[in-house]
């Protein structure tokens, strides 16, 4: 199982098959904390093998710096994950998946990653910033 894409942006969508990114990021900027992020995404496209045959479970979770969930109640993020049985001559097949958020909170600035395992065992990580920005005078 490889992650072909894995990254944050606006806004994802599946289109018959293709990954539709809008708005890919690796920053935040907040004048004061906490500040709340009202909507992102995170797009994924994996490619699967027949060695990847069989029921999986991935997880996602935002982690700050030092590995801590940023919502510790409801992350990680738990999905579980068929592998269906390949057609015959068959090399390997994609899917797109896709995780909507809204009022992501941080308290402070800093780095984070989006980490995404792969039953039980990180599989690909999303590094991130979240950056103080000063006030400009006059404003």
């Known amino acids: 199982m490889d992650f072909l894409v894995a990254t944050l942006c606006d806004f994802a969508a ?7 990114i809008q708005g ?3 920053s935040l900027v907040a004048r004061q904390f906490p500040v709340v992020h009202p909507t992102c995404a995170v797009a994924l496209r ?4 027949p060695e990847d045959e069989g029921e999986h479970e991935l997880s996602l979770t935002i982690v700050d710096a030092d590995g801590n969930a ?5 992350m990680p ?3 579980n994950f068929p592998v269906p049985t390949f057609p015959e001559g068959a090399a390997f097949f994609t899917r797109n998946l896709i995780m909507n958020f809204q009022g992501l909170r941080f308290e402070k600035p800093g780095n984070y990653s989006v980490d995404i395992s792969v039953d039980g065992e990180l599989a690909s990580r999303v590094p991130f910033r979240v950056v103080q920005v000063q006030d400009q005078a006059g404003e």
């Open 14 to 20: 599946d289109y018959q098959g293709k990954l539709c």
């Open 24 to 26: 890919g990021f690796d």
């Open 46 to 49: 994996v490619c699967l093998t």
């Open 70 to 74: 940023l919502d510790k109640e409801r």
């Open 77 to 79: 993020i738990k999905i």
